[in-house]
């Protein structure tokens, strides 16, 4: 069974730029969450869809994120304009159902210069 | 907001012995999670506890629940070099899983 995947592994922008982060879940999976994890810390939730519906974005700092689910299956993360704070690891995250096991992708490490 | 807080936040022990980790959470939960997360990688699963369950075994973690004082524990038992990583708990609230900040442990040869 092929994991989550993500892409790009790394990326480096200055700030105020943008950036897109792509997640391919397993395949299957209903539910899929985006995570932000700074260096030190667990990960937060950005915001979790089920199917290409959105459940909870209540953390999503909306002003300068956004994402989509397209056809319930891959997703993308974007950040315009991008800021120093926003240097993480953003972790995408795949399950069966939105309250067991996650799957998780290995992440993709953005540094805002 | 966190929903765990894990103690102690980094841990030092020598192979072959125990590891202790302890996580407590904020609101009620459907079930209690722990993963696992080697340096520079993804999270992955370790355990599931439910919330109608006290104690759970898998080869050499052992969890514990207590709803009554929120909290829960993770002991992997003859540790090894192997087992250095980050554990974090995650509380199952609804369909929002929530992370607590972590345990790093290091298990010197």
């Known amino acids: 069974e092929a994991g989550v995947a993500q892409s790009p592994r790394y990326k480096i922008i200055e700030k105020r730029q943008s950036v897109a982060f792509w997640c391919n879940p397993i395949?299957?999976?209903?539910?899929l969450y985006w995570y932000q994890q700074i260096l030190g810390q667990g990960p937060k939730l950005l915001i979790q869809?089920?199917?290409?519906?959105?459940?909870?974005d209540s953390q999503l700092p909306k002003d300068r994120f956004s994402a989509e689910r397209l056809k319930g299956v891959d997703s993308t993360l974007k950040i315009q304009p991008a800021k120093l704070e926003d240097s993480a690891v953003y972790l995408c995250?795949?399950?069966?159902?939105?309250?067991?096991?996650?799957?998780f992708g290995e992440g993709s490490r953005l540094t805002v210069l | 907001s966190q929903q765990g807080e894990e103690d102690p936040q980094a841990l030092s022990i020598q192979e072959g012995e125990n590891a202790t980790m302890n996580c407590s959470y904020k609101?009620?939960?459907?079930?209690l999670q722990w993963y696992r997360q080697n340096s520079g990688r993804g999270l992955v699963h370790l355990i599931l506890?439910?919330?109608?369950?006290r104690e759970k075994h898998s080869g050499r973690l052992r969890v514990t629940l207590d709803t009554s004082k929120k909290s829960s524990s993770l002991l992997i038992t003859a540790s090894r070099a192997a087992d250095t990583a980050s554990y974090f708990c995650?509380?199952?609230?609804?369909?929002?899983?929530?992370f607590g900040e972590g345990t790093q442990l290091t298990v010197n040869p």
């Open positions: 995250a795949s399950s069966w159902r939105g309250t067991g096991e996650l799957f």
């Open positions: 395949s299957g999976h209903a539910t």
């Open positions: 869809f089920q199917n290409n519906g959105v459940v909870d």
């Open positions: 609101t009620s939960i459907n079930n």
């Open positions: 506890i439910r919330s109608n369950e």
């Open positions: 995650a509380g199952t609230s609804g369909s929002r899983l929530t």
